[in-house]
């Protein structure tokens, strides 16, 4: 059993993809050749925006747009403490403040009445200038985006979705990539749609974002290569990652359909997994439950690799107590759904090629655990 199985994967898509492969080969543009061109076209197609700018990582997705909008010292940017560390990073590396936001005990998503109390109390201290909100889609569902928007809008603040796991979801028929001013994604291996590599992208409606995003991407270049017009970095996807993704798009709303009908049979046994709302759709890049404390937590933990069942915790540490961010000043206890989030939660395995024969043995661990 494998908690993510890229192998089974590959053997559907070998063929067509060496094909791809060796077609790159022999026209030789490895960097933004006509393979990311054709990505950039079908995403865009897929999510129903305007502009899908690929780049080298879902990190890079977070960083750009940011830097697009100026962001920087003296700046606050709102977001969930109980996520992966890129978040927040890109928010520090331009110097700006992250400001985290408690999130909802049921999705695990940040929670919109912490958020406005936390843009509140940012302006009455002054002491920074509230700019962005990143929501983030952990584990595949959607953040709350109407309420964010209407957050957003009274304060005049910019939305970045962070839709690093949760490419392919959607609220109703709004897919992810369309919520905020700009939203981001990553194509890390792991994730739903993964290359074989990093890489990311950033969608928007808007011409003006997208073009200062293109022109980062490059090093702030944009018809004359050689003359940056703007700050920016390395941020291209290489032509051999858009071919990966390219053909694994073909298969990707089937195996969205087949990661559906493993979260829906774990769901016949489990209640205690990560709420997903009415009427939204899970990408299901992961499947977490939590358990009612940290001991029973590590109990569980124990038989399952008794089992050889691979498990992991996401995220073991939230990231206001992550060393590197100790100088914003925050401490145990200020944020405690995350903190017992950190405690409690274990990730099962997610993929679509799991069988039932699988989740029956990771369900009997689980009952033999209660």
Not at 164 to 176: D, M, N, R, W
Request: charged share 25%; aromatic share 10%; net charge neutral.
């Amino acid at each position: 059993m494998k908690f993510l199985d890229l192998k089974t994967q590959q053997k559907r898509i070998r063929q067509p993809l060496e094909k791809r492969l060796n077609a790159i080969l022999d026209h030789g543009a490895y960097i933004m050749g006509p393979e990311v061109h054709e990505l950039e076209e079908k995403l865009a197609d897929y999510c129903g925006v305007k502009h899908a700018i690929s780049c080298s990582s879902g990190t890079d997705a977070l960083l750009i747009p940011l830097m697009a909008w100026g962001i920087g010292p003296g700046d606050a940017v709102f977001t969930t403490p109980f996520t992966y560390v890129a978040t927040a990073e890109v928010i520090a590396l331009l110097g700006a403040t992250p400001v985290f936001v408690d999130v909802y005990d049921s999705t695990f998503n940040i929670d919109c009445e912490k958020l406005e109390i936390a843009i509140q109390e940012t302006l009455k201290k002054g002491e920074l200038t509230p700019k962005a909100i990143i929501p983030v889609d952990l584990f595949g569902v959607p953040a709350r985006y109407r309420l964010i928007d209407s957050i957003a809008k009274k304060y005049n603040l910019k939305v970045i979705e962070d839709g690093a796991q949760s490419f392919g979801a959607s609220i109703g028929e709004k897919k992810v990539g369309t919520f905020g001013d700009v939203a981001a994604t990553s194509f890390y291996p792991a994730k739903p749609l993964g290359c074989y590599g990093d890489g990311g992208a950033i969608f928007t409606n808007n011409d003006i974002l997208a073009d200062r995003c293109r022109a980062i991407r490059v090093h702030g270049t944009s018809s004359d290569r050689y003359n940056s017009e703007v700050i920016g970095l390395n941020g291209r996807l290489d032509s051999m990652q858009a071919a990966v993704l390219l053909e694994k798009l073909t298969i990707f709303d089937e195996e969205l359909e087949m990661r559906n009908k493993v979260n829906d049979y774990y769901r016949k046994f489990l209640n205690n997994a990560q709420y997903i709302p009415n009427n939204y759709h899970s990408a299901h890049a992961l499947f977490s439950i939590t358990l009612g404390s940290h001991k029973k937590r590590e109990e569980l933990v124990g038989k399952l690799k008794k089992n050889n069942i691979p498990n992991v915790i996401y995220y073991k540490y939230p990231i206001h107590l992550m060393k590197g961010f100790h100088y914003l000043g925050y401490k145990d206890g200020d944020f405690p759904i995350s903190e017992n989030l950190s405690q409690t939660i274990v990730s099962l395995p997610m993929h679509p090629y799991l069988t039932k024969m699988d989740i029956d043995l990771i369900i009997k661990t689980l009952k033999n655990n209660e």
